[in-house]
């Protein structure tokens, strides 16, 4: 079983946003179990879940894990495909989010169209390699990091964009015949937790993924994007945000 899988079928999303089929799906990410099993753990008739059961293997969400006679019944074990399922915005490609129509380094909701086209590359890459059986190179950096005030988070914005632009500029190599584009996403975003689970004051970690009230959370991820850049072009940019304390709120 996968931890992780992207569902990039428009048909498979819909079937796995299902309140049922969702609650099955949890239900054999546990553990392989039967439809009589899962009837009982879900208050439906076999039958009912049977059906459920045949939907979610055709959209390739569930998969037979082997079968058992019981009396004179061959019953079939099922386990979910992936203990949990990314849908992609190629789910609805006539309306997914492109960061290319516009670009606003200070803008939230461009922010959401990097992360939109983040997860539709990444999940087409995994889909792909899987398919080809062969290893994805990536890399991803998850942290969290407390600002005392917007003007250290301006400047620490500031060390990051020349930090980052000085790596680009050093091993950027547009002329290289056998070099492969890869994309670079560098995020920074207050972290969102309750109050109640706040941690220390001022924190900094990889492989957290929330923080107190005032703190924000930085990540920044390298992803492999050669087959969904336009052929033959290698891309290096990054454009300078503002930096001053007025553009950090």
């Known amino acids: 079983m996968l931890d992780v899988t992207v569902i ?11 309140p049922v089929r969702a609650r099955l799906l949890a239900e054999l990410a ?10 009982g753990k879900v208050g439906l ?23 058992r006679r019981k009396g004179n019944v061959t019953e079939r074990l099922m386990r979910a ?11 609805l490609a006539a309306v997914q989010p492109d960061p290319d129509r516009f670009r606003d380094q200070l803008s939230a909701r461009w ?10 590359d990444v999940g087409s890459l995994v889909t792909g390699a899987a398919k080809a059986r062969k290893r994805l190179a990536t890399y991803a950096l998850d942290g969290e990091v407390t600002f005392a005030s917007a003007a250290d988070r301006a400047a620490f ?23 492969r584009p890869h994309r670079i996403v560098v995020a920074v975003h207050p972290a ?13 970690r990889t492989g957290s993924a929330a923080g107190s009230g005032s703190a924000a959370q930085t990540e920044v991820v390298v ?5 969904v850049q336009a052929e033959g072009v290698a891309q290096a940019e990054v454009v300078e945000a503002p930096v001053g304390p007025e553009a950090t709120h």
């Not at 008739?45 to 079968?67: D, S, W």
């Not at 959401?112 to 539709?120: C, W």
């Open 8 to 18: 990039e079928d428009a048909e498979a999303a819909a079937v796995s946003l299902d």
């Open 30 to 39: 546990a553990g392989p179990a039967s439809a009589a099993m899962l009837a």
């Open 45 to 67: 008739p076999r039958q009912k879940v049977n059906y459920h059961l045949k939907t979610l293997e055709r959209h390739g969400l569930v998969e037979l894990a082997g079968e």
């Open 81 to 91: 495909t992936a203990a949990s399922y990314v849908i992609s915005p190629q789910a």
């Open 111 to 120: 922010l959401l169209a990097l992360g939109a086209r983040l997860v539709r």
């Open 157 to 179: 914005i500031e060390e990051l964009t020349a930090g980052v632009s000085a790596l680009i500029r050093k091993y950027h190599d547009g002329d290289a015949e056998a070099g």
């Open 192 to 204: 969102v937790r309750p109050e109640a689970a706040a941690g220390p004051e001022a924190v900094t």
């Open 223 to 227: 992803g492999t994007e050669a087959p």
